[in-house]
């Protein structure tokens, strides 16, 4: 009988609103999900929240606990002092990648702002963060991931960050939103290395949030060539008005729940040969 191979199935924005950590709690607890990206400089992390997180892995780990470090609009930086600032918050996704690939942007504000959140992190958990990842990728933009290792390398060493490169099977040229975090994956993966700094293998799970997108469809695609330690990412969560006045993605969020919360997943785990990863046995994938 063939072994199967071991994913990471991620919820992103841990933090973000009181619907999307109610989701991803049920889901972790259902079995469902293996990990989850912790926002620290978000809104909704206060001690029910992140206590109720950490209480699903008393007795047993459950999931492991990332740290989704933020840079991006709406949310506001944790440090003093970071430039550049929009009306109070950090710039648009859109706008930090250009000033990452113009080198408009400074090292030492990112690296301080990026120390502040994981330093946070070891507050509200009392641990350091199994892994690091990046809210939107922005962990991967130039100079941004630059400031990002550094930090990792310098206080949380044993843990492991995302990189977003595709599995080499499944690397359509149409998926102009994989390509493109494929490319800017090649700089992260080659600059993790000499730092001593482990990533997993692979990764999936970016698609376009439009009203048409459909998640059961789409995660069969997901698992294409995914090897052993793959990583990939989703976004569940129930619709309420904190997340309505934070995000764009809303109704598609309640899609994966209802998806990932059904028979369906399992059964589609098991049918391409695939099952999530014990967190208490494996918590650094193969790079």
């Not at 470090?69 to 002092?81: D, E, I, Q, R, W």
């Not at 994989?178 to 293998?201: E, Q, T």
């Not at 793959?230 to 309640?254: N, Q, Y």
Request: aromatic fraction near 10%; glycine fraction near 8%; charged fraction near 25%.
């Amino acid at each position: 009988m063939t072994a199967k191979r071991r994913i990471w199935l991620c919820a992103d924005d841990y933090g973000m609103a009181p619907g999307i950590n109610v989701a991803i709690r049920k889901l972790i607890l259902r079995g469902r999900l293996n990990a989850t990206s912790v926002m620290t400089a978000a809104h909704y992390l206060h001690d029910d929240e992140s206590g109720d997180l950490s209480l699903l892995n008393a007795g047993r780990p459950r999931a492991l606990l990332g740290l989704h470090v933020t840079l991006t609009a709406p949310f506001k930086p944790l440090s003093n002092g970071f430039t550049p600032l929009r009306e109070g918050v950090f710039p648009s996704n859109i706008d930090m990648l250009q000033l990452g690939m113009r080198r408009r942007i400074r090292h030492a504000p990112l690296y301080r702002e990026i120390v502040a959140q994981i330093e946070r992190f070891f507050d509200i958990f009392g641990h350091a963060p199994d892994y690091l990842d990046g809210h939107q990728h922005v962990h991967i933009f130039p100079v941004v991931r630059d400031a990002f290792l550094q930090a990792v390398k310098d206080k949380v060493p044993q843990a492991w960050v995302r990189q977003c490169g595709r599995p080499h099977g499944a690397k359509p040229v149409t998926d102009v939103k994989g390509f493109f975090l494929d490319l800017l994956s090649v700089g992260m993966r080659a600059k993790a290395r000499p730092l001593g700094i482990a990533f997993n293998p692979a990764f999936n799970g970016a698609y376009d949030f439009t009203p048409k997108a459909d998640f059961t469809r789409l995660f069969p695609r997901f698992l294409r060539g995914m090897p052993d330690g793959g990583l990939i990412m989703c976004h569940p969560g129930f619709v309420d008005a904190a997340l309505k006045r934070l995000d764009s993605l809303t109704d598609l969020r309640e899609r994966e729940v209802a998806f990932l919360d059904s028979d369906a997943f399992p059964a589609l785990l098991d049918r391409h040969g695939y099952e999530l990863a014990v967190p208490a046995s494996e918590t650094v994938p193969a790079a």
